[in-house]
């Protein structure tokens, strides 16, 4: 039980994720969003297999270590000179509810209920969050069909062209805001843009070397 448990605490991570972007509306969420994940997943796939790394290997995966930390450390600052502009401009909040509204539409469709599908996986994420409760194996099946199909709408929904419209416009509002409020702000979008471009040849790297290459 205790390792359906682990799975489905994974699943719905994932799923926050998912509506965190989905429902949240901004090209740094995304950015965020992606780049851990990215990282993550290359140290967890390395440290599975750290006995039988040779030194070259190892020191790749320091590099890499040290790159998502830095990567984290400038997400961290640029998400909280996201969350000042939003407070500094009330209409930024309002482009964003709009978008969310925009995009749960279009998500929805045939029987299916975007709204209604993101509050039953918060639910279910309160649930289960603090552990106490553990989920049977057809729960944990039920809420990563549920995720998957989520999922799958909401990707269908970021290829419409009036939300990409919308969710640019509110990146570069949200971003013009931010920079207007914090100089340092520029110079951090673009060491997150070289630290991502590092992190992405670092991992290719790792990848050539698994494969012998």
């Known amino acids: 039980m205790s390792n359906w448990n682990q799975k489905l605490r994974k699943s719905m991570l994932a799923a926050g994720v998912c509506v965190a972007v989905g429902f949240g509306g901004t090209a740094l969420a995304q950015q965020g969003g992606q780049q851990?994940?990215?990282?993550?997943?290359?140290?967890?796939?390395?440290?599975?297999?750290?006995?039988?790394?040779s030194p070259e290997q190892?020191?790749?995966?320091?590099?890499?270590?040290?790159?998502?930390?830095?990567?984290?450390?400038?997400?961290?600052?640029?998400?909280?000179?996201?969350q000042q502009a939003y407070e500094s401009n009330p209409e930024l909040g309002q482009q964003?509810?709009?978008?969310?509204?925009?995009?749960?539409?279009?998500?929805?469709?045939?029987?299916?209920?975007?709204?209604?599908?993101?509050?039953?996986?918060?639910?279910?994420?309160?649930?289960?969050?603090?552990?106490?409760?553990?989920?049977?194996?057809?729960?944990?099946?039920a809420f990563q069909e549920k995720q998957q199909k989520f999922q799958q709408r909401q990707q269908q929904?970021?290829?419409?062209?009036?939300?990409?419209?919308?969710?640019e416009k509110l990146r570069s509002d949200v971003e013009s805001v931010m920079k207007k409020n914090n100089p340092e702000a520029e110079q951090l979008f673009n060491q997150m843009d070289e630290k991502a471009a590092e992190m992405e040849q670092l991992r290719e790297k790792a990848m050539q070397m698994q494969q012998g290459g």
């Not at 851990?36 to 790394?53: C, I, K, N, S, V």
Request: aromatic share 4%.
């Open 157 to 167: 929904a970021f290829q419409d062209e009036e939300v990409q419209q919308m969710a």
């Open 58 to 82: 190892q020191q790749l995966m320091e590099e890499m270590r040290a790159v998502q930390q830095e990567l984290q450390q400038t997400q961290q600052q640029l998400s909280q000179m996201e």
């Open 96 to 141: 964003r509810e709009a978008l969310q509204d925009k995009i749960a539409e279009k998500m929805s469709g045939g029987g299916y209920d975007a709204e209604k599908e993101f509050e039953e996986m918060k639910a279910t994420m309160s649930k289960y969050q603090d552990g106490e409760q553990q989920p049977s194996e057809s729960e944990v099946q």
């Open 36 to 53: 851990a994940p990215h990282g993550g997943g290359a140290q967890g796939g390395a440290q599975g297999q750290m006995p039988e790394l």
